[in-house]
């Protein structure tokens, strides 16, 4: 049997751009990406704290060290700039596989979106 699992969690970062005239996907920080064991084109969920707005995409990789958290697309409406969001990745695993992993947990700054 296979269950889904948090695989990884980016928790509490600020909204920092909403670009509704893009393709599509969610902009991360490479260094918060890489601290949260995220890949390009990885199928997030992203729940909104401010607004109660849950919604999945993809992640594209932002400049490192930027701080950046922006929705693009659609997805631009279901935010504001400034929204606190916890961005989660999910996995499927084995029963008895997912009864020991343990998700990579990243707990920025959360007035700059930067790792501590």
């Known amino acids: 049997m296979l269950v889904h699992v948090v695989k ?8 920092t751009g909403a670009d509704l005239n893009y ?3 969610i902009t991360i920080d490479q260094d918060l ?3 949260a064991n995220i ?5 997030v969920q992203i729940v909104n704290n401010n607004n109660g707005e849950r919604l999945e995409t993809y992640v594209i990789p932002g400049p490192r060290n930027s701080g950046e958290i922006t929705l693009n697309g659609a ?5 504001a700039v400034g929204d606190v969001l916890i961005l989660i990745a ?3 695993m084995d029963f008895e596989e997912a009864k020991i992993f343990k998700p990579s947990l990243v ?4 007035n700059t979106n930067l790792l501590k």
């Open 8 to 15: 990884s969690k980016i928790h509490r970062v600020k909204c």
């Open 23 to 25: 393709i599509g996907s």
């Open 33 to 35: 990406m890489e601290a």
């Open 39 to 43: 890949i390009e084109g990885e199928k």
């Open 75 to 79: 997805a631009a409406r279901k935010v």
């Open 90 to 92: 999910y996995a499927m």
């Open 107 to 110: 707990f920025p700054d959360e």
